[in-house]
């Protein structure tokens, strides 16, 4: 695995834009693929559209929240009801977008999205600790969409492989609608650490899963 993925990732243009009513593609699969396969994450700036981004995001400040332990891993507040959640999970469903992302990383078919809106705040265990999302078997790429303008301290997600102590990569969600994808698979394992002042940490997070 190249050094440069034990440093800190930075979001880069998006090659894809999702709108309100389309996704446009502008990515080459080929390419995104090879960087999928030396590192199994990535981060896109800017990959939804500003206005619907602006209404996701108000939606998310506006949302209410419920206390939820996630066993032997932490806690953190998911949105009660859930609003704005299905409508990303909605905008992420789109074919365009679930067949160009199952060339990039390589996965069987994809089905639907699912996922929630979840925040962490400061003050109490507000990170998720390490686990391989597998709970559920059928989850094969995760998605985490930053719906936040509030700047924030910790919060960082780390991705590693199992049994090692240092992360491949770690990314930051400092700017609204930054995007990530990563690799859920038996071989790696990642956490969200406490957020430890400003916020709160307010993402989408969710999963394609595999179909059926």
């Known amino acids: 695995m190249s050094a440069r993925w034990t440093e800190r990732v930075k979001a880069e243009k998006s090659p894809f834009t999702i709108g309100p009513l389309q996704t446009v593609i502008h990515g080459d699969v080929v390419d995104y693929a090879h960087r999928f396969a030396e590192c199994p994450a990535m981060v896109f700036a800017s990959a939804l559209d500003p206005l619907l981004l602006e209404r996701l995001v108000r939606g ?4 209410q929240y419920a206390d939820d332990t996630v066993e032997q891993l932490g806690e953190r507040g998911i949105e009660a009801p859930a609003r704005i959640g299905p409508a990303c999970a909605v905008l992420l469903d789109r074919p365009e977008l679930r067949d160009w992302l199952r060339l990039v990383c390589r996965t069987p078919v994809l089905g639907r999205v699912v996922g929630r809106v979840v925040e962490t705040r400061p003050g109490y265990d507000g990170g998720l600790r390490w686990h391989d999302d597998l709970i559920d078997p059928r989850r094969r790429i995760g998605i985490v969409v930053n719906l936040t303008s509030a700047a924030y301290e910790g919060g960082d997600f780390e991705l590693r ?13 400092a700017s609204p609608g930054a995007l990530m994808i990563f690799a859920v698979h038996e071989g790696l394992e990642h956490r969200v650490t406490p957020v430890i002042s400003g916020g709160p940490r307010r993402v989408f997070a ?7």
């Open 161 to 173: 492989r199992k049994g090692d102590l240092a992360p491949l990569c770690t990314f930051h969600h």
């Open 206 to 212: 969710g999963w394609y899963i595999e179909y059926p």
């Open 60 to 63: 998310a400040e506006q949302a």
